[in-house]
């Protein structure tokens, strides 16, 4: 069963940008290394020929998933977004009733997601927790170090 991923128009740029990188470049760079290491001769002990297929591999697993991302994506209009409960897109302001840390976090795809800049995957126990929720509801998460309780402070966009 194939997964839709709702993403945002940046996103499936980027996403087709990265797509266009390892079949244009990425590739023929992996080719070339198979080409060199089948020069050297007997490929029955050459360990630079199998790292180069393995990579090779790899390379095309990857590739094809990345297509079957893209072929399932479907981007979101930004404009018809509520902010009356969480979802998708939305920027949520939460506090953490346990120790009383406010966070911020931009709820996205799996494909966009990155802590780092407060994008966090809708299929994160903390984002399926606030799912649905509105500002003052508190959010009870299972998180693998136990549960957890988080106030919607803020929702935007």
């Given amino acids: 069963m194939t997964k839709v991923s709702y993403v945002t128009e940046q996103g499936l740029e ?7 990188q390892l079949e244009t470049v990425e590739r023929p760079k992996i080719s070339q290394q ?9 490929l029955s002990e050459n ?8 990579a090779q591999g790899m390379l095309e697993m990857k590739i094809s998933k990345l297509k ?5 994506s479907r981007i979101l209009d930004q404009s018809r977004l ?21 966070m911020e ?27 649905g929720k509105k500002v003052g509801d508190v959010a009870e998460v299972q ?3 136990g549960k957890m309780e988080f106030e919607i402070v803020e929702i935007s966009l």
């Fill in 105 to 131: 976090y931009t709820l996205v795809s799996d494909s966009e997601a990155n802590l780092k800049e407060g994008r966090m995957s809708i299929n994160t126990p903390i984002a399926k927790g606030l799912l």
């Fill in 47 to 54: 360990a630079e020929y199998d790292a180069a297929k393995e």
């Fill in 68 to 72: 079957e991302t893209l072929a399932n």
């Fill in 34 to 42: 198979i080409a060199e290491a089948r020069d050297k001769g007997d």
């Fill in 143 to 145: 998180v693998p170090s």
């Fill in 14 to 20: 980027r996403l087709k940008r990265e797509l266009e």
């Fill in 82 to 102: 509520d902010t009356s409960t969480v979802q998708i897109l939305n920027k949520v302001k939460i506090k953490n009733k346990n120790n009383g840390t406010v």
